[in-house]
């Protein structure tokens, strides 16, 4: 069946540093990737997502390329501020289905 | 638009109770769904709909019921409350696979859930 595997964390970073969280996929066929924000207290929201390989997504400073070859889709944000800090959750879809896998999320504190 | 809505936020059960809780959503989506969070282990489908009488299990459904009378509600059911069932529980809705289809998920602000 389908997975994701996403890094542990927590992930913690001063503000201005590169991030990068690592997310890895299995899918039987040609998935839709996303990447969700969990902020405190809060439900999940969607903060970017791609649907087809080489696509990258971007919202609010973040990137994220959909690479097929190594079925991956890292996020990446150049500069991180305290108001990032928030649980990421990487996702997939399979086309056609509303069904979603998500991985186990992981936390980001940014220090000031 | 409210967007997707739950109620209570909160809630304290004992072992062996039962309670509803509720879900809303205002975007006429016909895809609604159930998730448990749980730490270090993500958000699990506790059960979905793809539309007005149509549910289906996900991957946790044991001691939940859901029903789905109309498009807009989607109720889920805890039968008799175990302690395993401690957890935040989310709803989440999408469009589904009619027109206007889009895979984003829009999901509720949850509710905190303990059993004792």
């Known amino acids: 069946g389908d997975s994701v595997t996403q890094m542990e964390g927590p992930v913690t970073l001063s503000e201005e540093a590169f991030l990068t969280i690592n997310c890895t996929y299995t899918a039987t066929g040609y998935p839709s990737l996303f990447w969700y924000v969990q902020y405190p207290g809060e439900g999940l929201q969607l903060l970017l997502k791609a649907t087809k390989a080489d696509d990258k997504g971007s919202n609010k400073g973040f990137e994220a390329t959909y690479r097929k070859e190594t079925t991956s889709f890292h996020l990446e944000k150049g500069s991180v501020q305290v108001s990032d800090s928030a649980v990421y959750f990487c996702?997939?879809?399979?086309?056609?289905?509303?069904?979603?896998?998500f991985g186990t999320g992981t936390k980001l504190q940014v220090i000031p | 638009n409210a967007g997707v809505t739950q109620t209570p936020k909160f809630q304290v059960l004992k072992t062996g109770q039962s309670m509803t809780l509720q879900c809303a959503q205002d975007?006429?989506?016909?895809?609604m769904s159930w998730y448990r969070q749980d730490p270090g282990m993500g958000l699990r489908l506790i059960h979905y709909?793809?539309?007005?009488?149509?549910?289906d299990q996900g991957e946790v459904p044991n001691g939940y019921n859901v029903s789905r009378s109309t498009t807009e509600d989607f109720p889920l059911r805890l039968l008799s409350a175990a302690p395993s069932q401690t957890s935040v529980y989310f709803c989440?809705?999408?469009?589904?696979?009619?027109?206007?289809?889009?895979?984003?998920?829009?999901f509720g602000p949850g509710t905190r859930l303990t059993v004792l």
């Open positions: 989440a809705s999408s469009t589904g696979t009619g027109p206007g289809y889009t895979d984003t998920q829009y």
């Open positions: 709909s793809v539309g007005a009488g149509i549910t």
């Open positions: 996702a997939l879809s399979e086309r056609g289905y509303q069904k979603v896998t």
């Open positions: 975007m006429n989506h016909e895809y």
